[in-house]
């Protein structure tokens, strides 16, 4: 059983990055997902969550307007597209599962945003 978070990386201010959130030995499409972010010297944030069937979406006030949150179960898989990046985006993104009963957290991938 294992969830992965990838695709971070360096992108300047203003770019896009996709991240991914894969799970492997379960079925996501049972979980809840939510994203959270820890940048240096600061307390953990969620960032985005949504629901097993996509009705329900909700975002920090920090990344409205610029992060999206979707998934593709039949890929066992949840994107957190973000735009605009900015410097104050810089951190470590982690996945979670979560359901009645347990949950999950993925290892982290590194966002930084910098010129």
């Known amino acids: 059983v294992q969830l992965q978070a990838f695709g971070g990386g360096l992108v300047q201010p203003g770019g896009s990055l996709r991240l991914s959130c894969a799970a492997s030995g379960f079925a996501l499409r049972t979980y809840d997902i939510a994203w959270f972010r820890r940048a240096p010297g600061k307390e953990r944030e969620g960032v985005a969550c949504?629901?097993?069937?996509?009705?329900?979406?909700d975002y920090a006030d920090s990344v409205k307007g610029r992060f999206t949150i979707s998934r593709d179960n039949a890929k066992n898989t949840v994107y957190l597209q973000m735009n605009s990046l900015e410097p104050e985006d810089t951190a470590v993104y982690y996945c979670?599962?979560?359901?009645?009963?347990?949950?999950?957290w993925g290892q982290g991938t590194q966002v930084t945003v910098s010129s």
């Open positions: 979670k599962a979560r359901r009645l009963g347990g949950y999950y």
């Open positions: 949504i629901s097993t069937s996509s009705d329900y979406t």
